[in-house]
């Protein structure tokens, strides 16, 4: 069974940088099987917004909306994968997930969420 | 980019009543919707794919309906523990997802 688990800090200051891991159990993100790992927001009490994915291929995809502050990459050895979003404002703050999609199927295995909040 | 409407945002319904949430795309995406249901404090979990295809592990009472524009979830026979957020999600151009449907269990 695939399981996601998502890292990183908590809390950051406005204008930094949030930066998040995404490691993945019980399946290789890099042989294999191939499949996309994406990034997915939740503001508290509204609703999802796609930030982009990478292929296992090494391919990225971005949402155009945050293109200009979003790097995602993979790390193979470590099995994992990651999410940097630059220049950050309480606009930022909300659970960040990580979820994998099978190529054409929808996103089917989501990290529990990790929440950031950016503030001072 | 492709908006998802959602009705309603919020239904208080009885254990056994039959429950319809629909979704509305901008423009058509054909059979490129998918539902989830995501419980409080809890990741999103897919219930329907590609409209009205069954997810494995997934009750039977729930199922999808739809093409282009308009697509419905129905849960046939509501039971407690389908008390959640239910939204649904496009996988067409730039992924994007509705609003939400909040369902209580009265």
């Known amino acids: 069974q695939v399981q996601l688990q998502g890292s990183g800090p908590g809390l950051v200051k406005p204008s930094q940088t949030l930066s998040l891991t995404c490691t993945v159990s019980g399946g290789s993100i890099s042989g294999g099987s191939y499949y996309y790992w994406n990034w997915i927001r939740q503001p508290a009490g509204k609703g999802l917004e796609w930030i982009g994915r990478?292929?296992?291929?090494?391919?990225?995809n971005y949402n155009p909306s945050l293109k200009s502050r979003v790097t995602i990459s993979m790390d193979t050895s470590k099995n994992e994968f990651s999410l940097k979003l630059s220049s950050v404002t309480a606009a930022d703050t909300a659970v960040y997930y990580c979820a994998r999609e099978p190529p054409n199927d929808p996103l089917d295995y989501w990290g529990q969420g990790t929440l950031v909040t950016v503030s001072s | 980019e492709i908006v998802l409407t959602q009705s309603p945002d919020f239904q208080s319904v009885t254990p056994k009543e039959k429950v319809t949430i629909t979704c509305r795309a901008s423009?058509?995406?054909?059979?490129?919707l998918h539902w989830y249901q995501q419980k409080p404090d809890q990741s999103p979990k897919l219930l329907i794919k590609y409209t009205s295809q069954s997810v494995s592990g997934v009750p039977s009472r729930f199922t999808g309906s739809g093409f282009g524009t308009d697509f419905t979830l129905t849960i046939s026979s509501l039971e407690a523990d389908d008390a959640a957020t239910y939204f649904c999600h496009q996988s067409t151009t730039l992924y994007t997802f509705g609003q939400g449907t909040k369902l209580e269990i009265k």
């Open positions: 423009q058509s995406i054909g059979t490129s």
């Open positions: 990478i292929y296992t291929t090494g391919s990225i």
